[in-house]
Antibody
Framework: QVQLQESGPGLVKPSETLSLTCTVS?????????WGWIRQPPGKGLEWIGS???????YYDSSLKSRVTISMDTPNNRFSLKLRSVTAADTAVYYC????????????WGQGTLVTVSS | QSALTQPASVSGSPGQSITISCTGT?????????VSWYQQHPDKAPKLIVF???NRPSGVSNRFSGSKSGNTASLTISGLQAEDEADYYC??????????FGGGTKVTVL
């Protein structure tokens, strides 16, 4: 059974860096899957942030690209999200997820973690 | 990047069928069969219900079905049940190797 679990601070100050980790069990992040981050501002829809493949290939949403880095920690089977220079608009529930066969769909999701940007 | 276009809300009575549309462009929905749909109940993580336009994961009810015509994909829920009341999101792969979600549709069972 594939499981993903997000972890990280629930409160970040404006202009600082949001850092989250997704720990994966039941599937190796070194396998032939992409892994991604998605967020959902309160009361709004889902927004794809970016995805990473085990060879280090990354893709990011164009509106966030200048502030985002997704990286892998293969020995610990986890991957991370860093979002720099955050503002209140970055307040959201952040989900990590696996892209399934052919990278065509997000088949496994974490439970999500709320990150609030506030001083 | 612009989100895929979905109606904000759709409603139906128990037992009826409803259809949710998802309109994109030739850079995403129109050129790839990598359209998926997700169901999200309040305060829960999204759940995959349809992938590759018209395939269902194991365990998902066959009351959910997907289709596509041109730049528009659709999700049909037949035999509407109270438990189907939720938010629904479409997603597509894009030609620039990114993924994009629709704005979401709130389904209400009357």
């Amino acid at each position: 059974q594939v499981q993903l679990q997000e972890s990280g601070p629930g409160l970040v100050k404006p202009s600082e860096t949001l850092s989250l980790t997704c720990t994966v069990s039941g599937s190796s992040i070194s396998s032939a899957f992409y892994w991604g981050w998605i967020r959902q501002p309160p009361g709004k829809g889902l927004e794809w942030i970016g995805s990473i493949f085990h060879v280090g290939r990354t893709y990011y949403d164009s509106s966030l690209k200048s502030r985002v880095t997704i990286s892998m920690d293969t020995p610990n089977n986890r991957f991370s999200l860093k979002l720099r220079s955050v503002t209140a608009a970055d307040t959201a529930v952040y989900y990590c997820a696996r892209l399934g066969d052919r990278s065509s769909h997000f088949d496994y999701w974490g439970q999500g973690t709320l990150v609030t940007v506030s001083s | 990047q612009s989100a895929l276009t979905q109606p904000a809300s759709v409603s139906g009575s128990p037992g009826q069928s409803i259809t949710i549309s998802c309109t994109g462009t030739t850079s995403d929905v129109g050129n790839y069969n990598y359209v998926s749909w997700y169901q999200q109940h309040p305060d829960k993580a999204p759940k995959l219900i349809v992938f590759d336009v018209n395939n269902r994961p194991s365990g998902v009810s066959n009351r959910f079905s997907g289709s596509k015509s041109g730049n528009t994909a659709s999700l049909t829920i037949s035999g509407l049940q109270a438990e189907d009341e939720a938010d629904y999101y479409c997603n597509s792969f894009r030609s620039d190797n990114t993924w994009v979600f629709g704005g979401g549709t709130k389904v209400t069972v009357l």
